[in-house]
């Protein structure tokens, strides 16, 4: 089979490469997909550059990847089954990974063999590249807002880089939830804030949200450097701050810790400091899937799939592409 293959860290240019490698077998409890579509998001630009160097500690592989293929979610068809939740045929999607996004999970090559528990049927109505749009960041925006923000009816929630892959599914899910919601993010990307529900929409590079006197309930943050102490001054004094940690394909974030230096200090201090609501616990990943399949089942969330998609053999570029910042929701590879 192609895939896209990955021997070593570095930039990513240097380092991924389409050959034809064997394709996998199928365990027990395990389907054989074959890969119409997957995403490049943000963790797998850590896992091809091994940067920070703590995610080779937390699983990615010490001097070289342990896997070979990056990506960590899929959308495609069942070629054979080592389970019983799924035929040949079967359209399915999910995020392929068990351990943290930081390390590559085999999704970017034309098969991947992924446990049946981790995977749902695709919705009727959705393609394949939206499908590959919703694992990873759906789940990251559901367990920060739900679990860590514990966002409720009537509460204000600000959203910082609400039109980015996770950014998206925190607007949506926090209308849901019951909140009015504020999304801030560049101006070419305000309308779709709007088409997806915001109530009111903030330019960034216009208006800094720390400073515009309002204060809310939530803010939850996915791109902002700014320091906590700002932060604050946009906080209700009982409210929460969920800080998710792009730290701007390491322009931002320390070589060793990434966005973990950032988030550390404000976990040692959480015990004290109201706002900061440490680690809290929610439902198994497993659980929290079905609610988002759950979801859009019922149209009440929709995948949003950036206008430029890119075959697999141009994953270097979609890369290249998502780190500009220009992405609007989800970069997706078309396999």
């Known amino acids: 089979m192609r895939a896209i293959v990955q021997d070593k860290y570095g930039p990513h240019r240097e380092v991924l490469h ?28 850590h896992a091809v550059n091994g940067i920070p160097y703590a995610l080779r500690l937390m699983g990615s592989g010490l001097a070289t990847p342990k896997r070979h293929v990056p990506g960590t979610d899929l959308a495609g068809e069942v070629i054979s089954a080592g389970g019983t939740r799924f035929a040949y045929g079967d359209r399915v999607f999910g995020e392929v990974t068990r351990k943290n996004q930081w390390s590559n999970a ?38 920060n807002l739900r ?8 509460q204000r929630v600000l959203v910082n880089g609400a ?45 800094d949200f720390t400073q515009i006197g309002t204060r809310f309930d939530v803010v939850f943050d996915v791109v902002s450097q700014a320091p906590f102490s700002e932060v604050r001054r946009a906080l209700e004094p009982d409210g929460t701050f969920v800080l998710v940690g792009h730290d701007q394909y390491g322009r931002s974030g320390h070589r060793v810790l990434g966005s973990l230096g950032r988030m550390l200090p404000l976990m040692v201090i959480s015990p004290v400091v109201r706002q900061l609501p440490g680690i ?56």
């Open 280 to 335: 809290r616990g929610g439902p198994s990943r497993e659980q929290n899937w079905a609610t988002i399949v759950a979801l859009l089942d019922a149209g009440r969330i929709r995948p949003v799939v950036d206008h430029r998609t890119f075959p697999l053999e141009e994953a270097a570029d979609a890369i290249d592409y998502l780190s500009t910042g220009n992405a609007k929701g989800r970069v997706v590879l078309s396999v």
């Open 18 to 45: 389409v050959r034809d490698i064997p394709r996998p077998i199928a365990g027990p409890g395990q389907v054989l997909v074959q890969v119409r579509a997957t995403s490049v998001h943000a963790d797998v630009w």
């Open 163 to 207: 039109a980015g892959a996770v950014g998206v599914w925190a607007v949506q899910l926090a209308k849901i939830f019951g909140a009015e919601v504020t999304a801030v993010d560049a101006p070419a990307k305000l309308d779709l804030l709007k088409d997806l529900g915001a109530d009111h929409v903030i330019d960034y590079t216009r208006q």
């Open 147 to 154: 679990d860590q923000g514990q966002v409720r009816t009537g």
């Open 106 to 143: 085999g999704t970017f090559a034309e098969f991947a063999c992924v446990d049946e528990a981790l995977l749902a049927r695709i919705p009727p109505d959705l393609s394949f590249e939206q499908a590959a749009a919703v694992p990873t960041a759906a789940l990251i925006a559901l367990m």
